[in-house]
């Protein structure tokens, strides 16, 4: 059993400052792929950003590449998400997650543990 715990999220303006923290427990997830992915009301949960196992690969959405940076911990067993620049529409609920694999999936499917998620609002 892997347990996955967002933290770091708030309340921000617009063109402010965020870094979430995933913390893994349970298992070390140093073999596996990391994500980030988001869900605004009524929305579908999002793709933000990959990692993989070792941080050697990373992938992010085009609307978060450039202001977004994922990286992860292995010797903490924590996984993170630099987020600045942040915008309205970045307002969402942030899960993290660990892939089946050590790849860096882009699709919900390739995770099988997710957190419960850490609310971010940007305000205007």
């Known amino acids: 059993q892997v347990q996955l715990v967002e933290s770091g999220g708030g309340l921000v303006q617009a063109g402010g400052s965020l870094r979430l923290s995933c913390a893994a427990s349970?298992?070390?997830?140093?073999?596996?792929?990391m994500g980030w992915f988001r869900q605004a009301p009524g929305k579908e949960r999002d793709f933000v950003a990959a990692?993989?196992?070792?941080?050697?690969?990373?992938f992010y959405a085009d609307s978060v590449k450039g202001r977004f940076t994922i990286s992860r911990d292995n010797v903490k067993n924590t996984g993170y998400l630099q987020m600045n620049s942040l915008k309205p529409e970045d307002t969402a609920v942030y899960y993290c997650?660990?892939?089946?694999?050590?790849?860096?999936?882009?699709?919900?499917?390739?995770?099988?543990?997710w957190g419960q998620g850490t609310q971010v609002t940007v305000s205007s």
């Open positions: 997650a660990k892939a089946h694999s050590g790849r860096a999936g882009l699709r919900n499917d390739d995770y099988d543990y």
């Open positions: 349970g298992r070390t997830i140093s073999d596996y792929g």
């Open positions: 990692i993989s196992w070792s941080g050697g690969s990373t």
